[in-house]
């Protein structure tokens, strides 16, 4: 079976600050998107990568895609109350299969 | 275009009453799916329909009956439910149902079972 471990759950910065959530695997994927979901909403996607070693930027956010297809990390530099939500990793099994495995979120507040 | 739309918002139902939750996409998606997720978890696969015929089937309960009457189209039928089936209900599509990956997800109907 394959997972996603995604750290931290929570996570609670000032507005300004940096911050790093990272989803690590023992399983190769054949891709892997960033989720963001907001209270009551369905999860917008943020971002798919594809390509070991792969760097994605959406604005201020920062993807990156391990070089061994297991792992990935969303960076966020100066971070505003905008980007609270919870954040969801999900990887596609590189078998094909028709699943998305996901990645238990991490909260993330942004306190002005 | 990359809309997921999902009728209704919020759903309230009795254990006896019968309900349907509607899902609707036009990006010629022909991969759709239903998700089930539950506060401060993230999304459960329920259902995956590849070119209009169910393919995956998670061993969801007969409670809930899928339909996807054509290919923009994905029904839920709800019959007889618990309230421990209360939750956000979400649909999602793809592009190409040999690759899950993109997946495209609705706002969800918020239900909740009394």
């Known amino acids: 079976t394959q997972l996603l471990e995604q750290s931290p759950q929570f996570l609670s910065i000032q507005e300004g600050e940096n911050l790093t959530v990272y989803c690590n695997s023992s399983?190769?994927?054949?891709?892997l998107q960033w989720y963001r979901q907001e209270p009551g909403e369905g999860p917008v996607l943020l971002v798919t990568?594809?390509?070991?070693?792969e760097v994605k930027k959406l604005k201020r956010l920062t993807f990156q895609f391990g070089d061994a297809r297991k792992d990935s990390s969303l960076h966020i530099t100066a971070a505003q109350p905008g980007d609270t939500g919870l954040y969801l990793c999900?990887?596609?099994?590189?078998?094909?299969?028709?699943?998305?495995?996901f990645g238990q979120g991490t909260r993330l507040t942004i306190n002005p | 275009d990359t809309e997921v739309t999902q009728t209704p918002k919020h759903l309230v139902m009795g254990m006896t009453n019968k309900k349907s939750l509607k899902c609707e996409q036009h990006?010629?998606?022909?991969?759709m799916y239903w998700y089930k997720q539950k506060a401060k978890k993230p999304p459960e696969l329920m259902f995956v329909?590849?070119?209009?015929?169910?393919?995956i089937n998670e061993s969801v309960p007969s409670r809930f009956s899928p339909e996807c009457p054509n290919s923009s189209l994905l029904n839920l039928h709800l019959h007889a439910l618990q309230p421990e089936d209360s939750a956000l209900y979400l649909c999602?599509?793809?592009?190409?149902?040999?690759?899950?990956?993109?997946?495209?997800f609705g706002p969800g109907t918020r239900l909740t079972v009394t």
């Open positions: 999602a599509s793809s592009l190409d149902p040999g690759q899950s990956y993109e997946q495209y």
């Open positions: 399983s190769v994927f054949s891709s």
């Open positions: 329909y590849s070119y209009e015929k169910l393919s």
């Open positions: 990568v594809v390509t070991g070693g």
């Open positions: 999900a990887g596609a099994d590189e078998g094909g299969a028709q699943k998305l495995v």
């Open positions: 990006m010629g998606h022909r991969a």
